[in-house]
């Protein structure tokens, strides 16, 4: 299970459960409060009506056919009133009226209860016994809506109770409203939600994505592949990711040092034994002077390999380290091509035929001079070994959005299927045509390094019908140039 799914599920049934507790809670207050808020005026309504009607209390008795008239009337109004989505064309508010001992003189809802004793509902024997009375009853016990509010005030003539006067309110157009708001609140968690579901992505987003962008560098490395150092931001990921490129910058070194020992050893192993034999022979007092002389070329030959690997290792090194003090400058490409053409032309001392072709005149780019030629001189020395004596090996070199394109093409005997993977690896040679022996597997490396260096890449393709053609694109941008304050690339 990933992190990003470990937070995004605990986020997840964090705010349902918050959402769906404030969600009821308000559902609740919105019915408890719209309820509140008509009971209070219907306290309001029953005692105006009540001062009323006891202005109509004459010889112990009451005269309610004022009432009576007013709400046949009432009953028969239709206001047409527009309460926001509300359309509201009747009144449906009704009243009664019990004496002192809760029988009802007049009812406008059932006027056929007059008579009947009201004395145990709630409404009117707590007011009786000078109380607050009301009371609440469901026409359908299942259905909140159809619940019918009594509220009752007493009728008091000279201080002297004398009746009671009940205001009766169903919930029906009350609860149209409460529904509509809980409606809209819902609508509204709703939204929140979805709004808060954004922000959280955009915050796992910013958790996850170094952690992420740490494990894929992870497993880069671990592969084998190169990779720049991922940006972490600040904290604590990123003082994790600091620590662990501090710890692989040291195992990389220790590693490195290691290889580069074993390496060099196996690589001399070779010359040194040939040294010592012909040293060995040359001890010998009989030998003839033509062999000695032999096994002096041998010692001397043997000389110029050793010092040749040790030169190549020491240049690579200072490659791979970045140590190699290179500069950024202007470089004409062409000329520089022209340069490398005419420079092996007079020291191979081959019939080989050498041709450029350097399209356009826009081909700078900034970099180090001396490098781009080392990796050029590598290139073109790789061609001259494996091609015919009178093959060709022409050289390309063109400009392509950004970057430009060299090109070392020649007709030689081209590259194994089985060599393409390892072809870049150090110390890994192939045997030269012409004399069957191998090369210190080096120089591809060090034209590697210097493409690296320089943001740029190598390649070695298969030619048609044969040979090999070497691609070594550079950017031209200044920008694209490596620093060179001791970053290892490795």
């Known amino acids: ?54 202005g109509y209390y004459r010889d112990d008795k009451f005269d309610l056919s004022f009432l009576r008239n007013a709400m046949l009337c009432v009953a028969k109004r239709k206001p047409e009133a527009q309460i926001y989505k509300l359309l509201k064309n009747k009144i449906d508010a009704n009243i009664y009226v019990t004496d002192n001992n809760g029988k009802v003189l007049f009812n406008s809802h059932k006027p056929k209860s007059a008579g009947h004793n009201f004395a145990n509902w709630n409404d009117v024997n707590k007011c009786l016994v000078g109380r607050y009375g009301a009371r609440s009853t469901r026409l359908n016990k299942d259905d909140p809506t159809t619940s019918v509010l009594y509220v009752a005030a007493p009728i008091k003539v000279d201080g002297k109770l004398v009746g009671v006067l009940t205001f009766i309110k169903p919930l029906k157009f009350t609860s149209f409203f409460i529904e509509e708001r809980k409606n809209k609140l819902v609508k509204i968690a709703v939204f929140i939600s979805m709004i808060a579901f954004l922000i959280f992505i955009i915050f796992s987003e910013w958790i996850t994505a170094p952690v992420l962008r740490l494990t894929k560098y992870v497993k880069t490395l671990s592969a084998g592949e190169s990779h720049d150092y991922p940006h972490l931001g600040r904290g604590e990921i990123s003082r994790l990711g600091a620590a662990f490129e501090e710890m692989r910058l040291k195992l990389d070194g220790k590693k490195y040092i290691e290889d580069y020992v074993r390496t060099l050893t196996h690589e001399l192993k070779s010359p040194i034994s040939a040294v010592r034999g012909a040293v060995e022979l040359l001890e010998d007092t009989e030998l003839p002077p033509k062999q000695g002389e032999k096994f002096l070329a041998i010692i001397s030959h043997e000389n110029e390999r050793m010092s040749e690997q040790v030169d190549r290792m020491l240049q690579l090194s200072r490659l791979e380290g970045h140590s190699a003090g290179a500069k950024t400058e202007e470089v004409d490409i062409a000329l520089l091509v022209n340069e490398v053409v005419l420079d092996c032309e007079i020291l191979s001392m081959t019939k080989r035929n050498f041709k450029c072709n350097v399209a356009g005149e826009n081909l700078i780019l900034f970099g180090d001079r001396f490098l781009i030629k080392e990796a050029l001189n590598n290139l073109v020395r790789n061609a001259i070994d494996f091609t015919d004596k009178t093959g060709t090996i022409e050289l390309k070199a063109f400009r392509r959005a950004n970057k430009i394109r060299i090109e070392v093409i020649d007709n030689g005997i081209g590259i194994p299927d089985y060599a393409h993977e390892r072809i870049f690896e150090k110390f890994y040679s192939l045997a030269r045509p012409a004399s069957g022996q191998k090369s210190s597997g080096l120089g591809l490396s060090i034209v590697r390094q210097i493409a690296i260096l320089h943001n740029g890449e190598i390649s070695l393709q298969s030619n048609n019908p044969k040979g090999t053609k070497a691609i070594l694109e550079l950017p031209c941008s200044r920008s694209h140039f490596h620093d060179t304050a001791g970053v290892n690339l490795f």
């Not at 349902?16 to 219907?42: A, C, G, H, P, W």
């Open 1 to 54: 299970m990933s992190i990003r799914f470990k937070i995004f599920l605990a986020f997840s049934i964090l705010f349902v459960f918050v959402i769906f507790q404030i969600t009821n809670s308000f559902r609740n207050d919105v019915r408890k409060s719209y309820l509140e808020s008509l009971e209070e005026n219907m306290v309001d309504s029953a005692n105006i009506l009540a001062e009323i009607t006891a």
